[in-house]
Each structure stands twice: as C-alpha cells, then as structure tokens.
C-alpha cells in the first residue's frame, strides 16, 4: 500500500512540475486556431465540435465549440 501511494504522489508531482512549466501557444496562432473550429462547427452543422493540439515546443492548443459538452 505505501508503495502505491509513493507512485501516485511521485506522478502528481511530475504533472504539476509539468503544467508550471507548460509552453504558450502565440496569440495568433491560437486565434486562428479557434476561427477555424468555428468555421468547421458552422459548415458541418454538428451539435459540437472540439479539437486538440500539442505543438513542437511542447504547447498544447485546446478548444471547444459553446455548444460541446
């Protein structure tokens, strides 16, 4: 049991280490990103659309239609 409890908190670790560390996405880029989710959420006409990218440098672009969950 305390070696299952030293790997959860080792692991939690290494993922806040890494969210504090997280690369941004360039502003222009994440806004032509999500221009072209809602351009395709408004051509396929579906309930929902999402989408999801982790760039070379390690940033991680995410968004959602308003209407998606």
């Excluded at 990103?33 to 991680?60: E, F």
């Amino acid at each position: 049991m305390k070696s299952s409890k030293l790997i959860f908190i080792a692991l939690f670790s290494l993922v806040i280490w890494q969210i504090n560390f997280a690369q941004s996405v360039n502003p222009k880029l994440d806004s032509l990103l999500s221009h072209t989710l809602d351009s395709m959420h408004q051509v396929l006409r579906v309930k929902g659309l999402a989408a999801a990218l982790r760039l070379p440098n390690g940033a991680i672009w995410a968004d959602r239609s308003p209407q998606c969950f």
